[in-house]
């Protein structure tokens, strides 16, 4: 079983991931938890590329869009596939449809250059998505409670409102993997919400 979690800045996934890490551990299940961008050393290394605040050169959409891909492929190949072959269950952080919501619907690269990645580089896509949603201003009140903003962070409020509306597109287009789970309610009760959606797919 493969699951990712996705949604805008702070909504709450790494809590909720945490917490059905440990739901499936007390389950006896292995389980390989892992998080996009990133998840090998190199993808790792390509991640705080991609993070990191550059205030000399401005990264290229392209760029950034293909950095990410560089970094899936290496996550899919080290970490996911070989985790889904052992019969583990897989939880990542984001994958490929952060990559529709920021890179399609926030910066406005056109949706055939992903297809096109996709298509040639994405072997295996999650069985069920958790999206989960809440005002972005929500979000980035608790985000910034953690520290210093990465440079998706420092986006403006537009952007976001933007990725938000590309998860919404997402989901309307595939409501049977991608569960929208309200972030606004506490996190015990968004983890009540994904818990009831994962059983019926166990
Ligand atoms: N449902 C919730 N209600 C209130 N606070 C929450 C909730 N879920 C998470 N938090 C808190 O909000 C902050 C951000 O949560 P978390 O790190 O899980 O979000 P995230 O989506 O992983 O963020 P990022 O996109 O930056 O990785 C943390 O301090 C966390 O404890
Ligand atoms: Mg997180």
Redesign the pocket.
């Known amino acids: 079983m493969f699951i990712s979690?996705e949604?805008?800045?702070?909504?709450?996934?790494?809590?909720?991931?945490?917490k059905i890490h440990q739901y499936f551990e007390q389950q006896g299940k292995q389980v390989q938890l892992t998080?996009e961008p990133g998840g090998t050393p190199l993808a790792e290394q390509i991640r705080s590329l991609l993070l990191a605040v550059n205030h000399e050169e401005q990264m290229s959409h392209d760029t950034e869009l293909l950095l990410i891909y560089a970094a899936r492929a290496q996550h899919l190949q080290q970490v996911i596939v070989p985790a889904l072959e052992a019969g583990k269950i897989v939880l990542s952080?984001?994958f490929t449809d952060a990559s529709f919501a920021y890179q399609c619907a926030g910066r406005g690269l056109s949706q055939k250059k992903l297809q096109l990645l996709n298509q040639t580089f994405v072997s295996h896509m999650p069985n069920i998505t958790f999206w989960?949603d809440?005002p972005i201003e929500?979000?980035m009140t608790?985000?910034r409670?953690?520290g210093a903003l990465?440079r998706?962070?420092q986006e403006k409020l537009s952007f976001f409102t933007k990725v938000r509306t590309g998860y919404e597109s997402l989901w309307q287009a595939e409501p049977e993997r991608i569960k929208r789970l309200d972030?606004?309610?506490?996190?015990?009760?968004?983890f009540e919400d994904a818990l009831n959606y994962v059983k019926q797919l166990a």
């Open positions: 979690f949604g805008t800045e702070g909504v709450g996934k790494t809590t909720l991931i945490r998080r952080d984001r989960l809440a929500l979000g608790r985000a409670e953690r990465d998706f962070e972030a606004t309610q506490n996190a015990e009760l968004v």
